[in-house]
């Protein structure tokens, strides 16, 4: 890479900090979420020592008020493809498969993230990322209709596909460009509160299934969610709850421990925005209920022994609670 060229980790970052301003301002409730995990995380490092040199210890202090992932979904094979150029570019690649189809989903998706220790220290950023499996979609008239739909969207802008064309050709991006090439990528990711389906239309794709709507009735893939780490979920669901959001009852994964295990989460729920449909005589108002602010605390990985252990007693939990209930 030319000395002129900036690392793929500094275009991540700078990518993910435009995406966190964007989403703040399409979503004014994920910038009050923001704020109430920072203020808890600080609160938390102060009160606990012990914690705060451990994450200095493993370089995880200076990552912890980055972004942590985001998710988003796509329509199509060279979508997809396009946007592994896109991330690689970001120093983002794909890791690991997830069929979704079996929980009733009709997506199979790929993390895009850094591969290399360092690079996830500097910064951690993934993005979820689905692809709509229209082959899914039982009516064959509206997986036709949803095929021709989606064949005719582009969703990077010329000078996004420009500048991935010239990094993969140069080997790198200079500053200047980088900062044109987050701009440039940022319109991907972006609401858009117009929809390219009239209503009627809509209306059965969403019967199909909700995330068919969603990927099928916009002009792109925007941003669906992102998620913050926080250092105590508990005390974060409870000022959700205070700040009036819409948390869940119950914060998913394992419950509180003095040794966090796995990955602990919980959100807001979706909100109910308002979209124009196109149609005859000035289209019909309606509404689209996709996005929503995620929060996570993560905590140790389990060697298989013990993912067993864990298994088995949670199903003995659950067995007993049924038996009680």
Not at 25 to 53: F, W
Not at 255 to 283: D, M, W, Y
Not at 312 to 323: F, K, M
Request: aromatic share 6%.
């Amino acid at each position: 890479m030319s000395a002129s060229f900036v690392s793929p980790d500094v275009i991540r970052r700078l990518f993910a900090q435009a995406m966190s301003r964007m989403y703040r301002t399409e979503v004014p409730l994920y910038g009050t979420l923001v704020e109430l995990v920072e203020r808890i995380n600080t609160q938390v490092l102060a009160q606990d020592p012990a914690l705060a040199a451990q994450l200095l210890r493993n370089d995880e202090r200076a990552r912890l008020d980055e972004e942590r992932h985001g998710a988003i979904r796509v329509g199509t094979p060279q979508e997809l493809a396009t946007l592994r150029r896109l991330f690689e570019v970001m120093g983002m690649y794909p890791v690991g498969y997830y069929d979704l189809s079996v929980a009733g989903v009709p997506v199979h998706s790929t993390a895009f993230r850094p591969l290399t220790a360092a690079a996830l220290a500097l910064n951690p950023f993934r993005v979820f990322t689905s692809l709509l499996r229209l082959e899914l979609i039982e009516d064959e008239a509206l997986r036709a209709q949803s095929a021709e739909i989606l064949a005719c969207r582009r969703i990077f802008t010329d000078e996004a596909l420009a500048l991935i064309d010239q990094a993969e050709r140069d080997g790198g991006l200079t500053q200047a460009d980088a900062e044109r090439f987050v701009e440039q990528a940022l319109e991907t990711f972006r609401w858009h509160g117009d929809a390219t389906v009239d209503l009627p239309t809509y209306h059965a794709l969403h019967k199909a299934h909700r995330l068919v709507a969603d990927v099928v009735s916009f002009r792109g893939p925007h941003i669906n969610h992102l998620t913050p780490r926080t250092l105590d979920i508990d005390a974060a669901q409870v000022a959700m709850i205070e700040h009036g959001m819409a948390a869940k009852a119950v914060i998913e994964g394992p419950p509180r421990r003095a040794c966090p295990i796995l990955l602990r989460q919980t959100s807001f729920k979706a909100l109910e925005e308002a979209v124009h449909f196109p149609g005859n005589e000035g289209g019909d108002a309606g509404t689209h209920t996709a996005r929503f602010g995620e929060i996570e605390q993560r905590g140790l990985a389990l060697t298989a022994k013990g993912r067993a252990l864990y298994d088995q007693l949670l199903t003995q939990a659950r067995d007993a609670d049924g038996a009680g209930s």
